[in-house]
């Protein structure tokens, strides 16, 4: 989870608004009954918890995340729900403390996904859900595609750090239910959400994710001057891809698995 954890306002602006786009699909995916007790494991920046709440006002949800930034985001953009600073690996509930957990775009970033699947399986009661979600990164997000295909042939290094990003674990088909099934739990199918996210002109794109505190924008930020205009050049021309400056309307899809705590 800290490789998002530098800078709440430029997630937001990156991952944030598909965060908010996924939210209401992953929601639907999880089925968590009326009035149900939920932690929203890597809260964020609450993109996820607000989406619970306008869905489930009578829910009692709480959101943790390793990222102080975040929770403090958390706690100013969604006042009716409760959020706590808490290392995924390490939680700090009771066992068998809520009906459901929630893991959107978090379980591929702590040190051990594994122990992750399990603390969250923990805290969850018998007869209770899990249900996990990660970006198909290389095959269902054009703007990864975009971003670091451009940037790697920009550029000096631009290939390792696409490489670095496409390794993300987790990230692909088939992945997420095998580490759910190894923390105890029932997973069932793996699901496709896709959404859509939309951007002004190719100068919005650059700015949301050149600043981003995932792989790609470190990367740009060390860069020489003259090597970063180049990249961001680069990205603007694929952006366009020979037509005018203007909207862009981006897919993005992301794995989902619910899993059942046996009782």
């Known amino acids: 989870m800290t490789a998002y954890a530098a800078n709440a306002a430029a997630y937001a602006r990156a991952m944030g608004r598909l965060s ?5 699909p992953f929601l639907a995916f ?21 989406a619970a709440t306008e869905a489930d006002p009578s829910a009692c949800g709480i959101g943790s995340d390793i990222a102080s930034a975040f929770v403090m985001a958390a706690r100013r953009a969604v006042p009716a729900a409760g959020f706590a600073c808490a290392d995924a690996m390490a939680l700090p509930f009771a066992d068998a403390a809520f009906d459901a957990g ?13 122990t992750a699947a ?14 996990a979600a990660m970006w198909d990164v290389t095959g269902g997000m054009p703007i990864f595609r975009l971003l670091a295909d451009t940037v790697a042939l920009a550029v000096p290094g631009g290939r390792e750090m696409r490489d670095r990003l496409y390794r993300v674990r987790l990230a692909r088909p088939g992945r997420l239910g095998p580490v759910l099934a190894g923390a105890g739990l029932a997973p069932g199918p793996e699901a496709e959400l ?24 470190p990367f740009l930020a060390a860069l020489p001057e003259g090597a970063r ?5 680069a990205v603007r021309d694929a ?13 993005a899809t992301a794995l989902a698995v619910r899993a059942v705590k046996p009782r």
């Open 118 to 131: 399990a603390e969250l399986a923990r805290v969850v009661r018998p007869g209770g859900s899990v249900t």
């Open 194 to 217: 896709t959404i859509r996210v939309d951007y002004r002109d190719s100068d919005m794109f650059w700015t949301a994710w050149s600043g981003h505190s995932g792989v790609l924008g």
């Open 30 to 50: 999880a089925s968590v009954p009326p009035g149900a007790r939920v932690l929203d494991l890597g809260c964020g920046t609450g993109n996820l918890a607000a």
């Open 20 to 24: 908010r786009r996924l939210a209401t």
């Open 239 to 251: 952006y366009r891809a020979g037509s005018p400056d203007g909207p862009r309307s981006f897919t």
């Open 102 to 114: 929630l893991a959107m775009l978090v379980l591929p970033f702590p040190p051990e996904p594994g």
């Open 229 to 233: 205009e180049a990249a961001r050049e």
